[in-house]
C-alpha cells in the first residue's frame, strides 16, 4: 500500500528509472511514485478545483490513470510532467461538469491560526480566500488553468505547454489574458463595484 | 515606451518574468505614468490574494492511499494480474466524506432477492428481465460520488466486468434495480437509494458470491 506523506528527495532519475519499470507491471515500483508525487498531485487539483474533497478524488483519479497508462509513459517526459497532465486534464474534465461553483475550499477550515495571526486576521485572509476562488471559477476553464499552473505552480511556459499539449504562444496569450482578466475582477471586488 | 507597450507588460513585471533591462524600461515608463503604476499595483495585489488563497492545500492522509492502493488492485484485476475474491468490502454507508474508500457488492436484477425468506443465493437464476442479468454494483463510498462498476455472471458462474473503470460524470451504461432504473452512473448522488440498499446487502449470503473475476 502506497504511502502518502511528505515527497522524498529522489533524484528525477531515479523518478523516471521507476516509472518505467511501473510501465512494465511493477507494482511496488509505482507506489514509491504514489508517495513521492502525492503531495504534488493533491495541490495542483486544489488549486484547480477548489474543492478539498473534489482535489483528493481527483488525484486519486489521476494515480489510476497513470498506473492504467503506464506502459504508455515515455521517459523523454519528467514523472512530475506526466503526472501533471494527466492530474490537469482530469481537473479540467470536472470543471466542465461542475452544477454548481464552489466559492469557498473546504480545506481553509482546517488551517490552524498561526501564533501572528488572531482570529480576525484569520476572518479577514478567509474572505479574501473565498472571493479569489469565486473570481477564479469565473474565468474560463482554460484560462484558470494556465493561471494557477503559472502563478501558483510556478511552471514555465514550455513546461505548461507540455502540460496542456498548447502551443507555447497559446499559453501565453491565455495567461495574458486570464491575468488581466483576474485583476479586473479582483480590483473590482476590492472596489465594490461588479465587473464581470 | 508608451502606455499600450507598457501595458502588455505589467502583468508579466509583476509575476517576476521579464528580464532586467525590460523590467528597467517598464519601470522607467510606471514611474511617470500614475494609470500604470496604478494598474501595475493592481496586478500585484491581485497576484499577492491569488497566491494567499491557493496557499492552504488538504494534505491526503493514510485513508487516502488505502483507498488508492484498493482502487490499483481493480485495475490489476482487470488486467488479471492477480485475482482477488469479489466479497471483501464493507459499505460504510451514506454520503461520506473522504474517508477510507470501502466497497458494498449487491446484485441487481434480480427480483426474488431481499425478501426476508429468500434463501437464494446472490448469484441465482437468470431473471427474465430484459436487461443484464446477474448484475453486481461496486459503490465506493469514500466519496460522495458512487462509483458503480458492473459485473455480470456468465453461465460458468464466472463473473465479467462489464464496465470497467470509474464513473465521474461519463455516461455509462444505465444501472437497473428491478425493474426500476437507479439513475446514470454520474455524479447524481443515489441517497435515496443507499438505505434501501443496504437492506439488501444484508439479506445477501455473501459467501454465495463467486471469489474470482475474469477480465473481458
Request: charged share 30%; glycine share 6%.
Amino acid at each position: 500500500m502506497p504511502e502518502t506523506g511528505s515527497p522524498s528527495k529522489r533524484p528525477p532519475d531515479d523518478s523516471r528509472a521507476a516509472m518505467v519499470k511501473a510501465g512494465r507491471g511493477d507494482r511496488a515500483s509505482f507506489d514509491i511514485i504514489v508517495r513521492d508525487y502525492t503531495n504534488m498531485v493533491v495541490a495542483l487539483a486544489y488549486r484547480v478545483l477548489g474543492s478539498r474533497d473534489e482535489a483528493l478524488d481527483c488525484a486519486q483519479d489521476a494515480f489510476v490513470r497513470a498506473w492504467e497508462n503506464a506502459a504508455r509513459y515515455n521517459p523523454k517526459w519528467s514523472v512530475a510532467t506526466w503526472l501533471r497532465r494527466i492530474t490537469t486534464n482530469l481537473a479540467l474534465d470536472r470543471l466542465r461538469r461542475r452544477k454548481t461553483f464552489t466559492y469557498l475550499p473546504e480545506g481553509l477550515e482546517e488551517r490552524q491560526v498561526s501564533p501572528v495571526e488572531g482570529p480576525a486576521e484569520a476572518a479577514e485572509r478567509k474572505e479574501r480566500a473565498g472571493v479569489v476562488w469565486e473570481l477564479l471559477d469565473l474565468l474560463p476553464d482554460k484560462y484558470r488553468l494556465v493561471l494557477v499552473l503559472r502563478e501558483i505552480e510556478g511552471l514555465e511556459i514550455r513546461e505548461i505547454s507540455r502540460i496542456t499539449d498548447t502551443q507555447a504562444a497559446t499559453v501565453r496569450w491565455r495567461l495574458h489574458r486570464a491575468r488581466a482578466l483576474f485583476r479586473d475582477r479582483w480590483h473590482a471586488s476590492v472596489d465594490g463595484s461588479d465587473v464581470r | 515606451m508608451n502606455c499600450r507597450e507598457a501595458g502588455e507588460l505589467l502583468a508579466a513585471l509583476a509575476s517576476g518574468e521579464l528580464e532586467d533591462h525590460e523590467s528597467e524600461e517598464v519601470l522607467a515608463h510606471v514611474e511617470k505614468c500614475p494609470r500604470c503604476s496604478r494598474k501595475l499595483g493592481e496586478y500585484r495585489e491581485a497576484l499577492v490574494a491569488l497566491r494567499e488563497a491557493a496557499a492552504d492545500v488538504p494534505v491526503a492522509g493514510k485513508a487516502f492511499g488505502r483507498a488508492l492502493s484498493r482502487r490499483l488492485d481493480e485495475v490489476d484485476v482487470r488486467r488479471g494480474r492477480k485475482v482477488q475474491p469479489v466479497v471483501r468490502w464493507q459499505f460504510m454507508g451514506g454520503v461520506a466524506a473522504a474517508a477510507a474508500a470501502v466497497f458494498i457488492v449487491a446484485t441487481v436484477l434480480l427480483p426474488h432477492i431481499g425478501s426476508p425468506d429468500d434463501q437464494q443465493p446472490a448469484v441465482a437464476q437468470p431473471a427474465t428481465a430484459p436487461y443484464p442479468v446477474n448484475a453486481y454494483l461496486v459503490f465506493d463510498g469514500s466519496s460522495p460520488y458512487y462509483r458503480p462498476v458492473a459485473f455480470q455472471q456468465k453461465g460458468d458462474n464466472s463473473l465479467v466486468l462489464r464496465q470497467p473503470g470509474v464513473f465521474h460524470g461519463i455516461p455509462a451504461a444505465r444501472l437497473v434495480w428491478r425493474d426500476d432504473v437507479v439513475g446514470r452512473a454520474d455524479y447524481q448522488l443515489l441517497e435515496s437509494r443507499v438505505a434501501e440498499l443496504e437492506a439488501r446487502l444484508r439479506s445477501i449470503d455473501k459467501a454465495q458470491i463467486p471469489a474470482q473475476t475474469k477480465s473481458p
